[in-house]
């Protein structure tokens, strides 16, 4: 059976801060704004980010899409960068951090839509999400040795996402990929053509709305523990998980859809 069509997202939306929040009921998007820095994250923008990742967490959506308007995210802003002294550097890169938790903690799956470039805490944004589709022209990469700095925070991800030699390469040359290299290491979940991107996207978004959002959201929990535990206590984890999906109407819903199915 065909899946419903995706409601249309602009019923509630607004702009703060070069960040705007599109509610519905079931999707929720967040679309950088800051076009003509290359939405490059300054504090103001960033702490905007992290507020509407909090106020779509509250509508209780089942799929966030995290954007850029023209192009993802160009990185942190090194015009406010350069005039930092330790103490702001710490307040700035923690601010970044805690957007980024936020999306890691969002309870429902969080899709990124590449075009463009995901440089730097562009990046960082990236892999905090849960899945990805990237344009075929889109670029990739951690530029931080280039400006004297290391790659911090969520950059900590690259090496359970890509493997630590390839974490390695990205963090210490600072050097670009493409998008066609981020597929094969793992960056990215899928590539596109540029023309089709948004395309790709809502038909990921369609595929998650058709699951069970409990076992989703548990899903999602159990991934971000794996992240911190010991293999034996990532298993124990996972019994847990699957005792609680019990506690819901959810499988028993599913399952008697699964023979419906078949039964067709």
């Not at 990185?75 to 890691?104: K, N, Q």
């Not at 978004?205 to 959201?217: G, T, Y």
């Not at 998980?241 to 078949?262: L, N, Q, V």
Request: charged share 25%.
């Amino acid at each position: 059976m065909a899946a419903e069509p995706i409601r249309p997202i602009r019923v509630r939306s607004r702009t703060v801060s070069n960040v705007r929040l599109d509610l519905d009921g079931d999707v929720a998007r967040i679309t950088l704004t800051r076009r003509s820095k290359a939405n490059a994250l300054d504090s103001a923008t960033t702490a905007a980010l992290r507020a509407a990742v909090r106020e779509s967490a509250a509508a209780s959506p089942r799929v966030l899409v995290i954007s850029g308007d023209g192009v993802f995210c160009g990185g942190a802003d090194i015009r406010e960068m350069e005039d930092l002294d330790a103490v702001a550097a710490e307040r700035f890169i923690r601010g970044l951090h805690r957007a980024f938790l936020a999306i890691r903690e969002h309870p429902a799956p969080v899709v990124a839509e590449v075009r463009g470039a995901a440089l730097g805490a562009g990046l960082e944004l990236l892999v905090s999400c849960d899945l990805s589709v990237a344009a075929d022209d889109a670029i990739f990469g951690m530029p931080e040795p280039h400006v004297g700095l290391p790659s911090v925070i969520e950059a900590a991800l690259l090496p359970h996402v890509v493997g630590l030699v390839r974490a390695r390469e990205l963090l210490f040359l600072g050097d670009p990929i493409a998008a066609a290299e981020a597929v094969r290491i793992g960056l990215v979940g899928e590539v596109v053509p540029a023309a089709d991107l948004e395309t790709a996207v809502n038909a990921k978004v369609e595929r998650l709305l058709r699951l069970s959002p409990e076992a989703l959201a548990l899903q999602k929990r159990l991934i971000g523990r794996w992240l911190n535990l010991p293999l034996d206590q990532a298993v124990e984890a996972g019994v847990s998980a699957f005792r609680a999906a019990y506690g819901t109407d959810g499988p028993k819903r599913e399952m008697e859809k699964f023979w419906r199915k078949r039964r067709a």
